[in-house]
């Protein structure tokens, strides 16, 4: 089949799109120990811009100094020196025509590499499911946070808001705010992970709550023109078959309470973004948040497959598709689509083994222009 609807351009808030692709973010743990960005992630990221990728979604940077980072050798937006090391970046993604959003992502609870201390912070004292991903650096069980108490949540969403304002600063086009996956934001959501008896526990108004005033206070930081938009999931890395407990229900009041904000987009990721999500006959993850935020829709999860993304977008239940793997597969994937070229399939051994950092294979790899 053709893919008019993803090779048209669309209008997301003030940035115009050539087409419907965009990069996933996905953590590389590539920068130096610090957390500055450097000449070879300048390079992963600038393939994809010329490869033909309308917008590239960072992998996750952390926003602070304490409690956020989540990875040995993730990149960071925590201070001035993170500003200067992603500009260069920036401008390699931009001047190749893509538009270039930071990702922000405290890890909470889920973190398994921190360079600037040995505790970590989450809704409750309870350890996430799972065990901690090995090709990320890290072993064994996650260990069981602290509690979050009022200088917490303060500390918190200064983060959020000092380190959009130097994404700002750093010439990002907008910057996506990681509520998925498990992470921080995730774990507020999550009915087993949020064991909480005040304001921000029990209730699914109550387990929101962190999550909007992140969103109001970043958006008063960054004012009423910069590009704000939220990733959400069910899936979390420490547990790939969690749904929310009440369903399409929960889905509901989650994207009608982010759709009254000031958000631009909605960025959604699950298993397989054209499956129901909610059990048989329900909608995909990406339709719910259609349909019940009214805000302009991301979809994530196996849409490699040029024709099973076509019709997600035709069928009006995402404006966009991110891309993860099929991306690194083929960071020139817009352009060999448009070109009738074929796709290479993901190797993950070579990409992402022993440990998930930049490979030069990849930095070198010919793309298509």
Same mark, same amino acid.
């Given at each position: 089949m053709n893919q008019n609807k993803l090779f048209s351009t669309l209008q997301l808030k003030n940035k115009p799109l050539n087409n419907r692709f965009v990069v996933a973010p996905m953590t590389r743990i590539s920068a130096e120990k610090d957390g500055r960005a450097n000449e070879t992630m300048k390079r992963y990221y600038e393939r994809f811009a010329k490869g033909g990728f309308s917008a590239v979604i960072s992998e996750g940077i952390y926003p602070d100094e304490l409690y956020s980072q989540g990875y040995y050798n993730q990149p960071g937006l925590a201070n001035d020196e993170h500003v200067q090391a992603w500009k260069p970046v920036v401008e390699a993604v931009q001047n190749n025509g893509s538009v270039m959003i930071a990702q922000l992502m405290h890890a909470g609870g889920q973190g398994q590499g921190n360079a600037y201390t040995n505790e970590s912070i989450a809704p409750s004292a309870i350890a996430p499911k799972g065990e901690q991903l090995e090709f990320y650096g890290g072993s064994g069980p996650f260990q069981t946070p602290r509690a979050m108490n009022e200088e917490d949540f303060k500390q918190v969403k200064d983060a959020f808001t000092q380190s959009a304002i130097r994404a700002k600063e750093a010439g990002f086009d907008g910057v996506e705010l990681h509520g998925a996956n498990g992470y921080l934001l995730d774990q507020f959501l999550t009915d087993y992970l949020n064991h909480r008896d005040d304001r921000y526990g029990g209730s699914a108004e109550n387990r929101i709550r962190l999550i909007l005033e992140v969103?109001?206070?970043?958006?008063?930081?960054? *004012? !009423?023109?910069?590009?704000?938009?939220?990733?959400?999931?069910?899936?979390?890395?420490?547990? !790939?078959?969690?749904?929310?407990?009440?369903?399409?229900?929960?889905?509901?009041?989650?994207?009608?309470?982010?759709?009254?904000?000031?958000? #631009?987009?909605?960025?959604?990721?699950?298993?397989?973004?054209?499956?129901?999500?909610?059990?048989?006959?329900?909608?995909?993850?990406?339709?719910?948040?259609?349909?019940? *935020?009214?805000?302009?829709?991301?979809? +994530?999860?196996?849409? *490699?497959?040029?024709? @099973?993304? $076509?019709?997600?977008?035709? @069928?009006?239940?995402? #404006?966009?598709?991110?891309?993860?793997?099929?991306?690194?597969? +083929?960071?020139?994937? !817009? =352009?060999?689509?448009?070109?009738?070229?074929?796709?290479?399939?993901?190797?993950?051994? =070579?990409?992402?083994?022993?440990?998930?950092?930049?490979?030069?294979? $990849?930095?070198?790899?010919?793309?298509?222009?």
């Open positions: 969103i109001n206070e970043v958006r008063a930081a960054v *004012g !009423p023109d910069f590009m704000v938009g939220i990733r959400i999931s069910q899936i979390k890395v420490s547990d !790939p078959e969690h749904k929310w407990a009440d369903g399409e229900k929960e889905a509901e009041f989650i994207f009608n309470e982010l759709g009254k904000t000031s958000l #631009d987009y909605i960025h959604v990721t699950d298993g397989n973004a054209t499956a129901s999500a909610f059990g048989k006959g329900s909608r995909t993850l990406a339709h719910a948040a259609k349909d019940f *935020g009214k805000l302009a829709v991301i979809a +994530n999860g196996k849409l *490699g497959d040029p024709d @099973k993304a $076509e019709k997600l977008v035709e @069928k009006n239940q995402a #404006d966009l598709v991110s891309l993860g793997t099929s991306a690194l597969a +083929n960071p020139d994937l !817009p =352009n060999k689509v448009s070109e009738g070229k074929t796709l290479k399939e993901f190797d993950f051994p =070579n990409t992402l083994l022993p440990q998930a950092e930049i490979k030069a294979h $990849e930095i070198e790899m010919e793309i298509v222009k």
